[in-house]
């Protein structure tokens, strides 16, 4: 069974920094793109930034110069790195991953969500 485990949100000031980790365990054979999407309460959930598994990124226009993404192949970890923090970027931060992995007794691939990690910006 795949598992995405988040771990880093929390309380910063303004201008602060935060940086969120998220492992995915399980019977893996191959993940590709990894990504974090956050959400605040009544809006859409919406991209925060993704890495592909060559290392290509891509950021949401909101968080361009301020947050950077990486990855750990070898660990099967992603990380975003949130510096100069505002006010809006408060909401629950999700990580997900779309891999290849054992389902049952055969590989599936397909998306998979983490249950999310609070960030709160605020003085």
């Known amino acids: 069974q795949v598992q995405l485990v988040e771990s880093g949100g929390g309380l910063v000031q303004p201008g602060g920094s935060l940086k969120l980790s998220c492992a995915a365990s399980g019977t893996i054979f191959s993940i590709y793109a990894m990504g974090w999407y956050r959400q605040v309460p009544g809006k859409q959930r919406e991209l925060v930034a993704v890495?592909?598994?060559?290392?290509?990124?891509n950021y949401a226009d909101s968080v361009k110069g301020r947050f950077t993404i990486s990855r750990d192949n070898a660990k099967n970890t992603v990380n975003l790195q949130m510096n100069s923090l505002k006010p809006e970027d408060t909401a629950v931060y999700y990580c997900?991953?779309?891999?290849?992995?054992?389902?049952?007794?055969?590989?599936?691939?397909?998306?998979?969500w983490g249950q999310g990690t609070q960030v709160t910006v605020s003085s």
């Open positions: 890495i592909t598994s060559g290392g290509s990124t």
């Open positions: 997900t991953a779309n891999l290849l992995a054992l389902v049952a007794t055969s590989p599936v691939r397909r998306d998979y």
